[in-house]
């Protein structure tokens, strides 16, 4: 099992707020490939999923805030 | 070699443009820099067009049926903020820059952006500075610049909107950025038309000096 997590955006950006997730629970994403948007003040960051597999848990939804770093969803990987 | 390619970039001056049309060109230019392809600088000017931000209320867009009567669409789109405006008259800079050829640093790529524009006003004879906590540039508490971005693999995005001699009475249709706040321009400022050839020439200087870049390229 691996984890998104929240990347390192910048010094002194400790929260951002999940925007738009690409994939629901279920679906099959790839490695590298772009799986969510994340805002910060005036900027959107794509964050890419570092592995591949299936989305079995979105853990921040959509409108809900984490911290630089937080499991932002759950990939079950597929060999 | 690297060094040279690390630090030169073209300059595309797109004129008076569609925003959608815009917007496919920048998204084909984030491939070709994601995929190793040289940096680029996109000017333009954009038919009038509102776009809301991720971060966008609906409650900032004013007033639904004047924006309609007026013909003028409104659009969201992948940026951070809220809402803003662009009409003939502002001066759109979308630099898609190779964020890690810099530093992996949103906010101080939006410092970087804000400095720009504060640079190019001062070739103006116009004091520009920032407002902690209200990214973008300001004159005397007027917002004359705006900012959002999108970055993707590390590749920078939308940019910097300039208000040279734009109408400023087409703000009353939002409430930009999601502040109360008056707008300015450059023409207002300086009490005379200011040209927008000129504004665009001394933009690429600042903000090649202000990324350490080489324009290489200008089409």
Not at chain 2, 25 to 41: D, H, N, P, S
Not at chain 2, 165 to 191: A, H, Y
């Amino acid at each position: 099992m691996s984890f998104v997590t929240l990347p390192d955006l910048g010094e002194g950006i400790e929260r951002a707020i999940v925007a738009c997730w690409y994939f629901k629970e279920g679906d099959v994403v790839e490695e590298g490939e772009d799986i969510l948007e994340v805002v910060t003040d005036k900027a959107v960051f794509n964050v890419p999923s570092i592995t591949g597999g299936v989305l079995r848990k979105v853990l921040v939804k959509d409108g809900q805030e984490a911290r630089i770093g937080e499991a932002l969803g759950e990939i079950r990987e597929t060999n | 070699m690297l060094g040279a390619l690390v630090n030169n970039y073209h300059v595309q001056d797109l004129s008076l443009i569609d925003y959608a049309a815009t917007y496919r060109i920048q998204k084909e230019c984030v491939e070709r820099v994601i995929a190793g392809g040289a940096q680029t600088l996109l000017l333009c000017e954009h038919l009038p067009v509102i776009t809301l931000g991720r971060l966008a209320k609906e409650a900032n867009v004013l007033s639904r049926e004047a924006i309609a009567s007026k013909g003028i669409r409104i659009i969201s789109v992948d940026r951070g903020g809220d809402v803003t405006l662009h009409s003939p008259g502002q001066l759109v800079v979308y630099p898609i820059l190779r964020l890690e050829n810099f530093k992996k640093d949103l906010r101080w790529y939006l410092h970087q952006l804000e400095q720009v524009a504060i640079d190019l006003l001062m070739t103006f004879g116009i004091v520009a500075d920032r407002i902690p906590g209200k990214t973008g540039v300001w004159v005397d508490g007027e917002k004359i610049a705006s900012i959002g971005i999108g970055v993707k693999k590390w590749v920078a995005f939308h940019g910097l909107a300039i208000n040279v001699c734009t109408d400023l009475e087409v703000f009353d249709l939002i409430k930009p950025c999601g502040l109360d706040i008056r707008m300015t321009s450059m023409t207002r400022l300086k009490g005379e038309p200011v040209d927008m050839g000129g504004v665009k020439e001394r933009l690429v200087e600042c903000f090649g000096r202000g990324f350490g870049l080489k324009s290489e390229i200008r089409v």
